[in-house]
C-alpha cells in the first residue's frame, strides 16, 4: 500500500495564486493525497476561489495568525503518514512527492527531505521547466515549500514556533538537526518560488534578517548548554568511579 500524504498551504489574501498552487498538489502522480488549506483569516476573493475544489480539499478556517499558526493547524488536522507543505503562491512539479517518498522508501533512517527549487516571476508560471540537477539558476530549498517530513517528528521535535513570523521552519530544521534528524536534500528542482511584489519586500526586510540571527543564536545557546549537561554528566561519572 502507497502511504497517504497531507499536503498543507496556508494562504492568506492569495486569491491571485491559490488555485494554480492548490491544482499543482492535486496534479501530483503520486496517490492517496490529502490536501488541506487553511484560510489565515483572508479578506480578498481566496474563500470564493477555493469553493470551485469544494469536496476535494479540506478547508479551515481561523482568525488571522501567521502562516505558523496555519501549518500548525494544518499539521493537527492531518490524517497522512508524511506531511508536505505549499504556500500559496508557489507550486510543485508533478513527480514532487513520488521522487521524495521513493527517497525516504530508499532511506528508512531519513526524517526529512527537501529538494531544490527554482525562483520565477510572472503568472502563468513559465511553461517546460526542466527538473534535472544542473538547471540554470537552482538553488538548495531548505525550506517549508520542498519539505516531506515523517508525521512522528512533529510529536518529537514540536510544531511550527507561532512566535516567529518569518523563520519558523528553519528554527524546526535547526531544532531537528539538534536532535539528531537525518536529512537529505534532493538534487532535482522540485518546486518553483514566486516572486512578486507582495512578497519580495518581507524577505529582503530587516526584520525577517534579525529574526534569522536570533534563531541561529537561540540554537547555539540550545546546543552549548547541552554540551555543557553533558561535560558535566561525564565528570561526575569519572568521580564516582574513582571514589573509593
Avoid at 491544482?23 to 479578506?43: A, M, N, Y
Avoid at 525516504?104 to 527554482?118: W, Y
Avoid at 555543557?228 to 561525564?234: K, N, P, R, S, V
Wanted: neutral net charge; glycine residues 8%; proline residues 5%.
Amino acid at each position: 500500500m502507497t502511504p497517504l500524504v497531507s499536503c498543507i498551504i496556508p494562504v492568506f489574501n492569495s486569491e491571485r495564486f491559490i488555485a494554480a498552487a492548490v491544482e499543482s498538489i492535486l496534479g501530483q502522480t503520486h496517490r492517496p493525497i490529502e490536501t488541506i488549506v487553511v484560510d489565515d483569516g483572508s479578506t480578498d476573493g481566496t474563500g470564493a476561489m477555493l469553493q470551485q475544489f469544494s469536496g476535494v480539499l479540506k478547508v479551515i478556517t481561523q482568525a488571522n495568525a501567521g502562516h505558523a499558526a496555519a501549518r500548525n493547524a494544518g499539521i493537527r488536522a492531518a490524517a497522512g503518514e508524511y506531511i508536505a507543505f505549499l504556500d500559496a503562491d508557489d507550486l510543485w512539479h508533478r513527480d514532487k512527492l513520488a521522487r521524495q517518498l521513493q527517497r525516504l522508501a530508499e532511506n528508512p533512517a531519513l526524517g526529512v527531505t527537501f529538494s531544490h527549487l527554482l525562483n520565477f516571476s510572472g503568472n502563468p508560471p513559465p511553461a517546460g521547466i526542466d527538473v534535472s540537477p544542473a538547471t540554470a539558476g537552482a538553488v538548495p530549498g531548505y525550506t517549508s515549500v520542498t519539505m516531506l517530513a515523517r508525521r512522528t517528528l512533529f510529536h518529537t521535535i514540536g510544531l511550527f514556533d507561532e512566535t516567529l513570523r518569518h523563520g519558523n521552519d528553519r528554527d524546526w530544521l535547526l531544532r531537528a538537526a539538534e536532535q539528531g534528524v537525518h536529512v537529505d536534500l534532493l538534487p532535482e528542482v522540485l518546486v518553483y518560488r514566486r516572486l512578486h511584489d507582495a512578497n519580495r519586500s518581507a524577505a529582503l526586510g530587516g526584520s525577517s534578517r534579525a529574526e534569522y540571527l536570533r534563531i541561529i543564536k537561540a540554537s547555539l545557546d540550545r546546543r552549548r548548554a547541552k554540551d555543557g549537561h553533558a561535560a558535566e554528566l561525564d565528570l561526575g561519572g569519572a568521580r564516582r568511579q574513582e571514589e573509593p
